[in-house]
C-alpha cells in the first residue's frame, strides 16, 4: 500500500505561480508512474501531467510551457510547478501513483489540494 501526501495548493491571481508537493510513503518501490491529475467543478477528472521514476514526462497540452512536473527520488517526492496560472487552473488537484502494470486512474491516491485561481 502506498500513501501519497499533497501540498502546496491555495489561493493565487491569474499570472501567480505555485507549487504543489505529493510526498509518497509505504510500498513506493512498486511506484513507476506519478501523475497529477485535477477535477473542476462539474468536470471530468483530467490529466495535468505525469512522470516515471526515471523522469520521462508527460504533460496535458493546456498546461504545456507552463507547468513542470519533476521527482526527487530521494525524498520519495514529486512536485508541480505552476507558472502563469489561470482562472480555468482552478480545481481541485490530486496526486496518483501506479505501477506500469495498473491501469490508468487505478492505483494509489492522494486526498487533493485546492488551487484556486481569481483573475
Known amino acids: 500500500q502506498v500513501q501519497l501526501v499533497e501540498s502546496g495548493g491555495g489561493l493565487v491571481q491569474a499570472g501567480g505561480s505555485l507549487r504543489l508537493s505529493c510526498v509518497g510513503s509505504g510500498s513506493i518501490f512498486r511506484i513507476n508512474i506519478i501523475t497529477w491529475y485535477r477535477q473542476a467543478p462539474g468536470k471530468q477528472r483530467e490529466l495535468v501531467a505525469a512522470i516515471t521514476g526515471g523522469g520521462s514526462t508527460n504533460y496535458a497540452e493546456s498546461v504545456k510551457g507552463r507547468f513542470t512536473i519533476s521527482i526527487d527520488n530521494a525524498k520519495n517526492t514529486v512536485s508541480l510547478q505552476m507558472n502563469s496560472l489561470k482562472p480555468e487552473d482552478t480545481a481541485v488537484y490530486y496526486c496518483?501513483?501506479?505501477?506500469?502494470?495498473?491501469?490508468?486512474?487505478?492505483?494509489?491516491w492522494g486526498q487533493g489540494t485546492q488551487v484556486t485561481v481569481s483573475s
Open positions: 496518483n501513483a501506479r505501477s506500469i502494470a495498473t491501469a490508468p486512474g487505478l492505483g494509489s
